[in-house]
């Protein structure tokens, strides 16, 4: 089963962002340009799992796990491994029981179309566009040195009117350590945080990813685990 995952794609965009930067700023961006897009590489040969949790109102209504690699095309292959759902409810009996089953399953239909139009959003945020970081780049605030040793690049209006993408990362390393995306979904606030680590003598991950809508109590986690060669 082939996907193009929305998580999947981090890696490979900040190594575009870097690589945009570094073509005409300072040299620590430019040292980060080659770790990064050395680090993209490295990762497209491993074999990993990911973890997918969704959660409502704080509780866990669905978890499901699968295997992940990249084919000899750069094609990411997901493989189902197993899923859990929260238990339902017991079927109600009595009058009107059909009239309130029937507005639980909209709701339910209500909410997995929302989902669906999130991580859409999401993807474009983490979807390698080359033409669209150029002109994102242009107007980016690049901060290195200061009270922190991290390089911190921050674009505005990325995607949509006001919103804010933050990506940090360790210039002794030359690897990612964290991104932050503030947005909108329906007029509505939407936070993406990807928090990355690294492979043992290897190449830099997006460890957790976690994207919350407060407006619908909803949030998903996103987890990657087990790199192997």
């Known amino acids: 089963m082939t996907s193009n995952s929305t998580f999947g794609k981090a890696a490979l ?26 680090n993209a590489k490295q990762l497209r040969q491993y074999r990993f799992r990911e973890r997918t949790e969704t959660y409502h109102k704080g509780e866990l209504k669905n978890a499901k796990t699968d295997e992940v690699h990249y084919d ?3 094609e990411r ?6 899923e859990q759902r929260a238990q339902s409810e017991s079927r109600r009996r009595g009058p009107g029981s059909r009239l309130i089953a029937r507005k639980v399953e909209d709701e339910q239909e209500k909410m997995k179309d929302y989902i669906q139009r999130l991580m859409a959003l999401t993807s474009r945020y983490l979807a390698s566009d ?18 922190s040793s991290q390089v911190r690049v921050v674009m505005r209006n990325y995607v949509k009117t006001g919103d804010v993408m933050t990506m940090i990362f360790d210039p002794a390393t030359n690897r990612p350590t964290k991104t932050e995306v503030h ?7 939407i936070s ?21 809508s407060d407006d619908k109590q909803l949030e998903l986690r996103v987890f990657t685990f087990d790199y192997r060669l």
Not at 192 to 212: C, H, M, N
């Open 130 to 147: 080359p033409d669209r970081l150029r002109g994102a780049l242009a107007g980016a605030e690049v901060t290195t040195g200061g009270g």
């Open 13 to 38: 965009l900040f190594a575009v962002v870097i690589t945009a930067i570094g073509a005409g700023a300072q040299q620590p961006i430019n040292r980060l340009a080659t770790g990064m897009a050395s």
């Open 183 to 189: 947005t909108t979904l329906e007029d509505a606030p």
């Open 72 to 74: 000899t095309n750069g």
């Open 77 to 82: 292959v997901t493989i189902p491994l197993d």
């Open 192 to 212: 993406i945080v990807l928090a990355f680590d690294q492979i043992r003598e290897g190449p830099s991950y997006p460890e957790r990813t976690v994207v919350k």
